[in-house]
C-alpha cells in the first residue's frame, strides 16, 4: 500500500512537470509579448522582458520555472496585480480556498444527492418515481452548467430576489447555495443515473441471487450486497468529477463573479499573464491528480479484488 | 378412464387400453413434412435490421430522433425560410422582443396588406455600399425585371400595378411615415439582367423576428439557426476526428500487443491525467494568432475552407485531435483484446485467415456497435465544450455563431431580456438531451448484451 | 411412496415468462414427489425448464416469469402461498440452494466467513457472532476447507473455483435445511474437481439426512448421486423412474436419444454417439401434440395432434409417450 502511494506520488509528479512543460510550450509558442499594447515601443519592451528575464534562452526559463517551484516560489504577476507575489494571490488572497470549498461542497453535494437517488429509483424501478428520476436526471445532463447558472441567477436573485445577486466572497450560506447548486447539478445527476445503473446491474448479479436463496432481508440485499458493489462504478468517476467540476467553476465563478481560480485562470490566459497561467495550471492540475490518487485509494477500500500493486488488464 | 387425458392421474393409465376416441390411423408414423410443419422456423434477420427493430421499439429514442431531425431542420433548412440573415444588422429592428415587428417592418407589413405590393428581402447581408453599386433583379410571373437601386436602401417594398403586372414602385423603409408612403424611387427597368446581378427575393408577408433581435438589430432566430448548425457542424466533426484517431490508436495498441502496446498505453494514461481543459483553453488563445497567420496566407482550398470556420472552430478540432480520442482508444483497445480471446477469432486464426481478413470479417463487425455509440455520445460533450469555450468567449468569433456564443451574447442583458438566453439554451439542451437518448437507445439496440 | 414420507410435493405446475413477445410457457404442467432423505435428478437440455421449475420451489422466479397454476407443498405447507416474509424465511432455513457458477455466486466485496455468518444470522436462531463464526469455520472444515481458521477471512477472489463452490455447499448447509437445490453446481468445473464435488455432496447427503433436488444436463453425474430421475423436455417431465431403470431400461424416445448422444465408458463396443437431429421448439407457439415429435424419429400421426398421457412402464417408472398404447383394433402398433 505505502509503495503503491509513494509511486503513485512520484508519477504525479511527473504529470506535473509534464504539464509544466506543455503549459511553457504553449505559452512560448504565442508570437509577440505579454507587454505589447498599443502605446508600447521596442524598448519599453525589451526592458520590461530583462525584467522578468523573458529575453534569456527558452530552456533556461523553463530550468528557472522548475527551479522556483521546488522552492515553492511560483514567481511574480506580470500584468493584473503587477510585481504581487502570484503565490499570495493564490493562497493568501483566499482564491485558492475559495475555489476549493465551493468544489467540494459540489462534489459533496453531488455524491450525498446523487447516490441515493440513484438507489431510490433502482430500488423502485418502473414506478413513477423511477420515471420521474430519469426524466429529471436524463435533462440535467444536458442542461449547460451556465444556462443552469444564469437561469437560477435571473429566477432567485434579480426576480424574486430571495438569494443575494453576487456571491462575491461566498461569506453567508445563501451565497453559497446557487454558485453550488449550479456547479454540482451535471454531476448529481450524472452520479444518479450512474448509480441506478450500476445497482441495476448488481441486482442481476449471481451473487443477489445467492444471497436471495440463503434469505437475506430485502433492505440488507440493497444496501449491503448490491450498495457496495454499484458504488464502484461511481467512485471510478469521482476523479473526472473533480477535473469537471473544476472546468465548471470558471463557469460558475464568472456567472456570479466569485473571485476564485477559476475565473482568475481565464482572466490570466486571456490576458497572458504567464507566471499567474503557470502557477494556476499547475495548482489546478494537482488537485485534480490528487483527487485522483484519493479515488484509486477509496476504490481499493471498496473492491477488494483490486490490488494496488498490479495493475489491472 | 372416460377418454379425457388431460386429467388422467400420471401414475394410473394402462398401456393397454386406449380410448375409443382414437382410430388406427392416429397409430401410423408421420411423415416427414407433417412433422416439419409443427415446428416454426424463426427468420433469421441480419444484425442491422435487427438493431433497427429494437431501436424503432424504443420510444424514447424514437421521439428523441424525431425531435433531432426537427432540429436539423432548423438549422439546416431553416435559414432558407426566413428572410433574415445571421450577421445581418437591421438597424431599425434593435432590441425587439419575440414576434415583434419594427416600426418599419409594421407599415411595410400594412401596405403589403392594402395593396398590390411585395416587400423585397435579398438585400443582404445590408451593407449599404453593396447595395448601392449592385445591380439587381425579380422574376414575377415569368417576366425578369431588372434595375438598378439609385440609393442605399435597407428594406423596400416592390409597388405593382394590380392589373398590369409590372413593377412600378420602390418605396424605401425611411420613405414611410406615420403608415403612408411619403416618396417612392422610380426604377428604371430593363428586360434582361447584369451578369452579376443578385435576385431579390419577393416576400408577400414580412416575416416577425420570432425569437426577437439583438441590440445589434440581428434577428436572433436567423442566428440561433445558424448557431444550431455550427454546434452540431462542430460536434459531428470532433466526434469523427475522434473516432478516427482512437479508433485506429486503439486497435494498433490491442493488436500489437506486448511492448508496442505498453509504450501506447502509458502515453494515453499521460494524457488522461491532464486536465485538458486547462490544456483547452491555454491552446484556443495559443492557436487563435499563428491560425489566422496561415489563413491569411494560405492559398490552398483547405485553408481556406479552415478559414471560413474561423480559428475558434478550428483550434477546436484541433484540441480534440490532440487531448479527446483518450476514451476512444481505451474503448477500442478494451473491444480488440476481448474480441483476441474469442474462441471464433482464434479460429479464424488456426484456419490460417490473414490479419487484414480477421480485422475485416470479424473485429470490425464486433466492434461497430460499440464505436458508433461512443461516437454518438461523443457528439453532445464536443457540443458541451465548444458551447462552454464560447461562454467564456473564446470559441467563435462574431459575427458567427454558435449556441455556446448566443447564451454568452445574451448574458449582457440577461436581465432585461431573459429570452436571448432561454432560445439558444433550450435548443443547445434539445439538441444534447436528443442526442444523449439517441445514444443510449443505440446502446441499447446495437448492444442487447449490455441491456441485461 | 406413503404421505407421511412425503417432503415436497409438486402437482401440475405451470411457470410462464411474459415476455414482449408473448406468453412463453417454460414449465408446463409438472408434477412429482420427493421423500425425505432422497436425491431426485432432473436432466433436460438447456431451456427445458429445469431451472425455471427449481427456482419456483425456492421463490426466485423473477419478472416477467411467473407462476401460472399448480401447487408446491413443502412438508405439507402450501408454498406458493406464502407472503415475502414467509417466503425470506422459508428460503436458506429450510430449502437452499446452490448455482452452477461458483465464480460470481459469491459477492465480490465480502469476506467468505461475512456471507457464511449472515446466512446463519438472517434466520435469527439465536447465535452470537463468535458463535456464528465458530459454526462457520466447522461448516468449511466440513465440506473440507484446509485451514478453515485462516480462509474464512479471505475474499472470494482468493477461493479457487472447486473451493468456491464447496464455500457455496458450506453457505448452503449452515441452517441444515431438509432440502437442497443444487443447479448444475459442477458444470463450471474441472472434471476432477467436479468428482470431487460430487463425492462431497454424496458424503454430506449421507451425514446431515438432506434432500437433494440436483439439476443438471449430464446423465453422468445423475448415476453418481441420484435416487430417482426426471426427464424434463420443453416444460414438462416425459420420464421418470429410479436411476437404474433409465439408465439400463429407457422407454421415452428422448431418454433413449440422450442416452445415445452420451458417451459412456462401461459399454465398450458400441459404435458411435448418435444426436438429436433437430432443435428444441419454440415455446412461445408449443405444438398442439407431443414436444418432442417434430425430433421424434418414431413420430406418429397422434404425436403431432395430441399430448401423450403418461403411461407406468414399471412400478415408480412413468413416461408419457403414445408408442407405449396399442392402437384401438392392435394393428399399426409401431415399436
Given at each position: 500500500m505505502a509503495g503503491y502511494i509513494i509511486k503513485r506520488i512520484a508519477v504525479a509528479f511527473l504529470t506535473l512537470l509534464l504539464i509544466m512543460c506543455i503549459t511553457f510550450l504553449l505559452m512560448n509558442a504565442v508570437p509577440g509579448s505579454p507587454f505589447l499594447t498599443e502605446k508600447s515601443t521596442p524598448e519599453m519592451i525589451a526592458r520590461a522582458n530583462a525584467k522578468y528575464g523573458l529575453d534569456k534562452p527558452l530552456y533556461i526559463q523553463l530550468w528557472n520555472y522548475i527551479k522556483n517551484y521546488l522552492r515553492g516560489d511560483l514567481g511574480t504577476s506580470l500584468k493584473m496585480q503587477e510585481g504581487t507575489n502570484v503565490s499570495d494571490i493564490i493562497f493568501h488572497q483566499g482564491k485558492f480556498t475559495l475555489s476549493l470549498k465551493l468544489g467540494l461542497y459540489a462534489l459533496l453535494l453531488a455524491v450525498i444527492i446523487g447516490i441515493p437517488l440513484g438507489c431510490i429509483a433502482a430500488y423502485n424501478r418502473g414506478s413513477w418515481i423511477d420515471g420521474f428520476l430519469r426524466v429529471l436526471t436524463t435533462i440535467g445532463v444536458a442542461v449547460p452548467t451556465f444556462v443552469l447558472a444564469t437561469l437560477l441567477l435571473v429566477t432567485f436573485?434579480?426576480?424574486?430576489?430571495?438569494?443575494?445577486?453576487?456571491?462575491?466572497?461566498?461569506?453567508?450560506f445563501k451565497s453559497y447555495v446557487m454558485p453550488v447548486i449550479s456547479l454540482s447539478f451535471y454531476y448529481t445527476c450524472y452520479v444518479a443515473k450512474l448509480t441506478r445503473t450500476s445497482m441495476l446491474d448488481a441486482i442481476n448479479q449471481d451473487y443477489i441471487r445467492t444471497a436471495r436463496a440463503k434469505g437475506v432481508k430485502t433492505h440488507a440485499l440493497i444496501l449491503k450486497h448490491a450498495l457496495r458493489n454499484s458504488l464502484i462504478p461511481v467512485i471510478t468517476y469521482l476523479g473526472p468529477v473533480m477535473a469537471g467540476i473544476i472546468t465548471g467553476s470558471f463557469v460558475v465563478e464568472s456567472t456570479f463573479s466569485i473571485p476564485g481560480l477559476g475565473k482568475y485562470f481565464v482572466q490570466s490566459v486571456l490576458n497572458r499573464d504567464y507566471p499567474v497561467i503557470m502557477a494556476t495550471t499547475v495548482v489546478l492540475s494537482a488537485l485534480v491528480i490528487i483527487m485522483n490518487l484519493v479515488v484509486d485509494i477509496a476504490y481499493k477500500i471498496v473492491d477488494p479484488r483490486i490490488t494496488l500493486t498490479e495493475k489491472e488488464d | 378412464m372416460d377418454g379425457k387425458f388431460a386429467k388422467l392421474s400420471p401414475f394410473q393409465l394402462d398401456p393397454d387400453k386406449i380410448p375409443d376416441t382414437l382410430s388406427p390411423a392416429d397409430f401410423e408414423s408421420a411423415a416427414e413434412s407433417e412433422k416439419a410443419s409443427m415446428v416454426e422456423k424463426h427468420k433469421s434477420v441480419s444484425y442491422w435490421r435487427d438493431a433497427w427493430r429494437r431501436f424503432k421499439a424504443n420510444t424514447v429514442s424514437m421521439v428523441a430522433l424525431g425531435i433531432f431531425i426537427l432540429c436539423l431542420f432548423f438549422a439546416f433548412i431553416g435559414p432558407s425560410l426566413i428572410p433574415y440573415g445571421y450577421g445581418a444588422q437591421y438597424r431599425s429592428s434593435q432590441k425587439l422582443g419575440p414576434f415583434e415587428y419594427s416600426k418599419g417592418e409594421e407599415l411595410i407589413r400594412s401596405i403589403t396588406d392594402d395593396c398590390d405590393a411585395f416587400y423585397a428581402t435579398?438585400?443582404?447581408?445590408?451593407?449599404k455600399t453593396a447595395v448601392s453599386k449592385g445591380n439587381y433583379f425579380i422574376r414575377y410571373k415569368g417576366a425578369t425585371y431588372a434595375f438598378t437601386l439609385a440609393k442605399a436602401v435597407e428594406k423596400s417594398v416592390i409597388m405593382l400595378a394590380a392589373d398590369a403586372a409590372e413593377p412600378l414602385l420602390l418605396v424605401k423603409e425611411s420613405d414611410i411615415k406615420d403608415g403612408s408612403v411619403t416618396q417612392s424611387t422610380p426604377i428604371e427597368l430593363s428586360e434582361t439582367a447584369a451578369e452579376d446581378a443578385k435576385e431579390l427575393k419577393l416576400v408577400r408577408n414580412v416575416v416577425p423576428h420570432v425569437f426577437g433581435t439583438d441590440s445589434a438589430g440581428r434577428d436572433i432566430m436567423a442566428r440561433t439557426m445558424y448557431g444550431t448548425r455550427v454546434s452540431i457542424t462542430i460536434g459531428l466533426v470532433a466526434a469523427l476526428i475522434v473516432l478516427i484517431i482512437g479508433s485506429i490508436y486503439g486497435a494498433i495498441s490491442g493488436l500489437a500487443g506486448g511492448a508496442v502496446d505498453f509504450i501506447m498505453m502509458r502515453i494515453v494514461e499521460l494524457i488522461y491525467s491532464i486536465p485538458e481543459v486547462l490544456i483547452v483553453l491555454l491552446l484556443q488563445v495559443v492557436l487563435k494568432d499563428p491560425l489566422q497567420a496561415w489563413f491569411d496566407s494560405g492559398t490552398t482550398a483547405f485553408a481556406r475552407a479552415m478559414s471560413d470556420l474561423g480559428s475558434g472552430i478550428v483550434s477546436i478540432f484541433i484540441t480534440f485531435a490532440l487531448l479527446y480520442w483518450v476514451t476512444m482508444a481505451r474503448i477500442v483497445r478494451g473491444q480488440v483484446l476481448q474480441l483476441k480471446k474469442q474462441e471464433y477469432v482464434t479460429a479464424a486464426t488456426a484456419l490460417g485467415a490473414s490479419g487484414g481478413r480477421i480485422i475485416r470479417r470479424h473485429l470490425l463487425p464486433n466492434c461497430v456497435g460499440q464505436l458508433v455509440i461512443t461516437t454518438c455520445l461523443q457528439i453532445p460533450s464536443a457540443i458541451f465544450l465548444e458551447s462552454f469555450l464560447s461562454f467564456l468567449g473564446l470559441g467563435v468569433s462574431a459575427p458567427m455563431a454558435s449556441l455556446g456564443s448566443l447564451c454568452s451574447d445574451a448574458l449582457e442583458t440577461i436581465s432585461l431580456y431573459p429570452y436571448r438566453l432561454v432560445f439558444p439554451g433550450v435548443i443547445l439542451t434539445v439538441v444534447v438531451l436528443t442526442l444523449n437518448l439517441i445514444g443510449d437507445g443505440l446502446r441499447d439496440a446495437l448492444d442487447p448484451r449490455l441491456k441485461k | 411412496m406413503n404421505e407421511s414420507n412425503t417432503l415436497l410435493e409438486i402437482r401440475d405446475l405451470k411457470v410462464s415468462f411474459f415476455t414482449p413477445a408473448g406468453e412463453v410457457k417454460a414449465v408446463n404442467g409438472i408434477s412429482y414427489t420427493l421423500g425425505y432423505n432422497e436425491v431426485m435428478g432432473i436432466v433436460g437440455e438447456s431451456g427445458s425448464g429445469k431451472s425455471v421449475e427449481a427456482y419456483s420451489i425456492i421463490g426466485l422466479l423473477q419478472s416477467p416469469g411467473k407462476v401460472t397454476g399448480g401447487s408446491i407443498r413443502f412438508e405439507g405447507e402450501d408454498v406458493l402461498g406464502f407472503n415475502d416474509e414467509q417466503m425470506r424465511r422459508f428460503r436458506g432455513d429450510r430449502v437452499s440452494m446452490i448455482f452452477q457458477n461458483p465464480m460470481t455466486c459469491l459477492n465480490p466485496v465480502y469476506t467468505i466467513g461475512n456471507q457464511l455468518v449472515e446466512a446463519l444470522m438472517c434466520h435469527d436462531k439465536g447465535y452470537t457472532k463468535e458463535q456464528a463464526r465458530a459454526r462457520a469455520i466447522e461448516m468449511l472444515e466440513l465440506v473440507g476447507i484446509n485451514n478453515a481458521e485462516k480462509r474464512i477471512d479471505q475474499y472470494p477472489h482468493e477461493f479457487s473455483g472447486g473451493m468456491r463452490q464447496r464455500a457455496m455447499i458450506a453457505m448452503a448447509l449452515i441452517c441444515e435445511p431438509k432440502l437442497l437445490i443444487a443447479d448444475e453446481p459442477t458444470t463450471a468445473l474441472d472434471v476432477t474437481i467436479q468428482a470431487q464435488i460430487l463425492e462431497l455432496m454424496k458424503d454430506l447427503q449421507k451425514k446431515k439426512n438432506t434432500s437433494i433436488i440436483f439439476i443438471t444436463h449430464n446423465l453422468g453425474v445423475v448415476a453418481e448421486i441420484c435416487d430417482r430421475v426426471s426427464v424434463m423436455y420443453a416444460g414438462h417431465i416425459v420420464e421418470q423412474g429410479p436411476v437404474n431403470e433409465i439408465f439400463y431400461n429407457p422407454q421415452h424416445p428422448y431418454t433413449k436419444g440422450l442416452l445415445a448422444s452420451t458417451p459412456r465408458l462401461d459399454e465398450e463396443g458400441r459404435e458411435r454417439l448418435v444426436p438429436i437431429e433437430g432443435t428444441p421448439i419454440d415455446l412461445l407457439n408449443p405444438p398442439q401434440g407431443c414436444n418432442f415429435g417434430p425430433r421424434c424419429k418414431s413420430c406418429m400421426k397422434i404425436c403431432l395432434r395430441q399430448k401423450p398421457p403418461f403411461a407406468q412402464v414399471e412400478d415408480g417408472h412413468i413416461s408419457a409417450c403414445w408408442l407405449h398404447f396399442k392402437a384401438p383394433s392392435g394393428k399399426g402398433d409401431a415399436t
Amino acid at each position: 500500500m505505502a509503495g503503491y502511494i509513494i509511486k503513485r506520488i512520484a508519477v504525479a509528479f511527473l504529470t506535473l512537470l509534464l504539464i509544466m512543460c506543455i503549459t511553457f510550450l504553449l505559452m512560448n509558442a504565442v508570437p509577440g509579448s505579454p507587454f505589447l499594447t498599443e502605446k508600447s515601443t521596442p524598448e519599453m519592451i525589451a526592458r520590461a522582458n530583462a525584467k522578468y528575464g523573458l529575453d534569456k534562452p527558452l530552456y533556461i526559463q523553463l530550468w528557472n520555472y522548475i527551479k522556483n517551484y521546488l522552492r515553492g516560489d511560483l514567481g511574480t504577476s506580470l500584468k493584473m496585480q503587477e510585481g504581487t507575489n502570484v503565490s499570495d494571490i493564490i493562497f493568501h488572497q483566499g482564491k485558492f480556498t475559495l475555489s476549493l470549498k465551493l468544489g467540494l461542497y459540489a462534489l459533496l453535494l453531488a455524491v450525498i444527492i446523487g447516490i441515493p437517488l440513484g438507489c431510490i429509483a433502482a430500488y423502485n424501478r418502473g414506478s413513477w418515481i423511477d420515471g420521474f428520476l430519469r426524466v429529471l436526471t436524463t435533462i440535467g445532463v444536458a442542461v449547460p452548467t451556465f444556462v443552469l447558472a444564469t437561469l437560477l441567477l435571473v429566477t432567485f436573485a434579480v426576480k424574486l430576489q430571495w438569494l443575494p445577486t453576487l456571491s462575491s466572497s461566498l461569506t453567508s450560506f445563501k451565497s453559497y447555495v446557487m454558485p453550488v447548486i449550479s456547479l454540482s447539478f451535471y454531476y448529481t445527476c450524472y452520479v444518479a443515473k450512474l448509480t441506478r445503473t450500476s445497482m441495476l446491474d448488481a441486482i442481476n448479479q449471481d451473487y443477489i441471487r445467492t444471497a436471495r436463496a440463503k434469505g437475506v432481508k430485502t433492505h440488507a440485499l440493497i444496501l449491503k450486497h448490491a450498495l457496495r458493489n454499484s458504488l464502484i462504478p461511481v467512485i471510478t468517476y469521482l476523479g473526472p468529477v473533480m477535473a469537471g467540476i473544476i472546468t465548471g467553476s470558471f463557469v460558475v465563478e464568472s456567472t456570479f463573479s466569485i473571485p476564485g481560480l477559476g475565473k482568475y485562470f481565464v482572466q490570466s490566459v486571456l490576458n497572458r499573464d504567464y507566471p499567474v497561467i503557470m502557477a494556476t495550471t499547475v495548482v489546478l492540475s494537482a488537485l485534480v491528480i490528487i483527487m485522483n490518487l484519493v479515488v484509486d485509494i477509496a476504490y481499493k477500500i471498496v473492491d477488494p479484488r483490486i490490488t494496488l500493486t498490479e495493475k489491472e488488464d | 378412464m372416460d377418454g379425457k387425458f388431460a386429467k388422467l392421474s400420471p401414475f394410473q393409465l394402462d398401456p393397454d387400453k386406449i380410448p375409443d376416441t382414437l382410430s388406427p390411423a392416429d397409430f401410423e408414423s408421420a411423415a416427414e413434412s407433417e412433422k416439419a410443419s409443427m415446428v416454426e422456423k424463426h427468420k433469421s434477420v441480419s444484425y442491422w435490421r435487427d438493431a433497427w427493430r429494437r431501436f424503432k421499439a424504443n420510444t424514447v429514442s424514437m421521439v428523441a430522433l424525431g425531435i433531432f431531425i426537427l432540429c436539423l431542420f432548423f438549422a439546416f433548412i431553416g435559414p432558407s425560410l426566413i428572410p433574415y440573415g445571421y450577421g445581418a444588422q437591421y438597424r431599425s429592428s434593435q432590441k425587439l422582443g419575440p414576434f415583434e415587428y419594427s416600426k418599419g417592418e409594421e407599415l411595410i407589413r400594412s401596405i403589403t396588406d392594402d395593396c398590390d405590393a411585395f416587400y423585397a428581402t435579398a438585400l443582404q447581408p445590408g451593407s449599404k455600399t453593396a447595395v448601392s453599386k449592385g445591380n439587381y433583379f425579380i422574376r414575377y410571373k415569368g417576366a425578369t425585371y431588372a434595375f438598378t437601386l439609385a440609393k442605399a436602401v435597407e428594406k423596400s417594398v416592390i409597388m405593382l400595378a394590380a392589373d398590369a403586372a409590372e413593377p412600378l414602385l420602390l418605396v424605401k423603409e425611411s420613405d414611410i411615415k406615420d403608415g403612408s408612403v411619403t416618396q417612392s424611387t422610380p426604377i428604371e427597368l430593363s428586360e434582361t439582367a447584369a451578369e452579376d446581378a443578385k435576385e431579390l427575393k419577393l416576400v408577400r408577408n414580412v416575416v416577425p423576428h420570432v425569437f426577437g433581435t439583438d441590440s445589434a438589430g440581428r434577428d436572433i432566430m436567423a442566428r440561433t439557426m445558424y448557431g444550431t448548425r455550427v454546434s452540431i457542424t462542430i460536434g459531428l466533426v470532433a466526434a469523427l476526428i475522434v473516432l478516427i484517431i482512437g479508433s485506429i490508436y486503439g486497435a494498433i495498441s490491442g493488436l500489437a500487443g506486448g511492448a508496442v502496446d505498453f509504450i501506447m498505453m502509458r502515453i494515453v494514461e499521460l494524457i488522461y491525467s491532464i486536465p485538458e481543459v486547462l490544456i483547452v483553453l491555454l491552446l484556443q488563445v495559443v492557436l487563435k494568432d499563428p491560425l489566422q497567420a496561415w489563413f491569411d496566407s494560405g492559398t490552398t482550398a483547405f485553408a481556406r475552407a479552415m478559414s471560413d470556420l474561423g480559428s475558434g472552430i478550428v483550434s477546436i478540432f484541433i484540441t480534440f485531435a490532440l487531448l479527446y480520442w483518450v476514451t476512444m482508444a481505451r474503448i477500442v483497445r478494451g473491444q480488440v483484446l476481448q474480441l483476441k480471446k474469442q474462441e471464433y477469432v482464434t479460429a479464424a486464426t488456426a484456419l490460417g485467415a490473414s490479419g487484414g481478413r480477421i480485422i475485416r470479417r470479424h473485429l470490425l463487425p464486433n466492434c461497430v456497435g460499440q464505436l458508433v455509440i461512443t461516437t454518438c455520445l461523443q457528439i453532445p460533450s464536443a457540443i458541451f465544450l465548444e458551447s462552454f469555450l464560447s461562454f467564456l468567449g473564446l470559441g467563435v468569433s462574431a459575427p458567427m455563431a454558435s449556441l455556446g456564443s448566443l447564451c454568452s451574447d445574451a448574458l449582457e442583458t440577461i436581465s432585461l431580456y431573459p429570452y436571448r438566453l432561454v432560445f439558444p439554451g433550450v435548443i443547445l439542451t434539445v439538441v444534447v438531451l436528443t442526442l444523449n437518448l439517441i445514444g443510449d437507445g443505440l446502446r441499447d439496440a446495437l448492444d442487447p448484451r449490455l441491456k441485461k | 411412496m406413503n404421505e407421511s414420507n412425503t417432503l415436497l410435493e409438486i402437482r401440475d405446475l405451470k411457470v410462464s415468462f411474459f415476455t414482449p413477445a408473448g406468453e412463453v410457457k417454460a414449465v408446463n404442467g409438472i408434477s412429482y414427489t420427493l421423500g425425505y432423505n432422497e436425491v431426485m435428478g432432473i436432466v433436460g437440455e438447456s431451456g427445458s425448464g429445469k431451472s425455471v421449475e427449481a427456482y419456483s420451489i425456492i421463490g426466485l422466479l423473477q419478472s416477467p416469469g411467473k407462476v401460472t397454476g399448480g401447487s408446491i407443498r413443502f412438508e405439507g405447507e402450501d408454498v406458493l402461498g406464502f407472503n415475502d416474509e414467509q417466503m425470506r424465511r422459508f428460503r436458506g432455513d429450510r430449502v437452499s440452494m446452490i448455482f452452477q457458477n461458483p465464480m460470481t455466486c459469491l459477492n465480490p466485496v465480502y469476506t467468505i466467513g461475512n456471507q457464511l455468518v449472515e446466512a446463519l444470522m438472517c434466520h435469527d436462531k439465536g447465535y452470537t457472532k463468535e458463535q456464528a463464526r465458530a459454526r462457520a469455520i466447522e461448516m468449511l472444515e466440513l465440506v473440507g476447507i484446509n485451514n478453515a481458521e485462516k480462509r474464512i477471512d479471505q475474499y472470494p477472489h482468493e477461493f479457487s473455483g472447486g473451493m468456491r463452490q464447496r464455500a457455496m455447499i458450506a453457505m448452503a448447509l449452515i441452517c441444515e435445511p431438509k432440502l437442497l437445490i443444487a443447479d448444475e453446481p459442477t458444470t463450471a468445473l474441472d472434471v476432477t474437481i467436479q468428482a470431487q464435488i460430487l463425492e462431497l455432496m454424496k458424503d454430506l447427503q449421507k451425514k446431515k439426512n438432506t434432500s437433494i433436488i440436483f439439476i443438471t444436463h449430464n446423465l453422468g453425474v445423475v448415476a453418481e448421486i441420484c435416487d430417482r430421475v426426471s426427464v424434463m423436455y420443453a416444460g414438462h417431465i416425459v420420464e421418470q423412474g429410479p436411476v437404474n431403470e433409465i439408465f439400463y431400461n429407457p422407454q421415452h424416445p428422448y431418454t433413449k436419444g440422450l442416452l445415445a448422444s452420451t458417451p459412456r465408458l462401461d459399454e465398450e463396443g458400441r459404435e458411435r454417439l448418435v444426436p438429436i437431429e433437430g432443435t428444441p421448439i419454440d415455446l412461445l407457439n408449443p405444438p398442439q401434440g407431443c414436444n418432442f415429435g417434430p425430433r421424434c424419429k418414431s413420430c406418429m400421426k397422434i404425436c403431432l395432434r395430441q399430448k401423450p398421457p403418461f403411461a407406468q412402464v414399471e412400478d415408480g417408472h412413468i413416461s408419457a409417450c403414445w408408442l407405449h398404447f396399442k392402437a384401438p383394433s392392435g394393428k399399426g402398433d409401431a415399436t
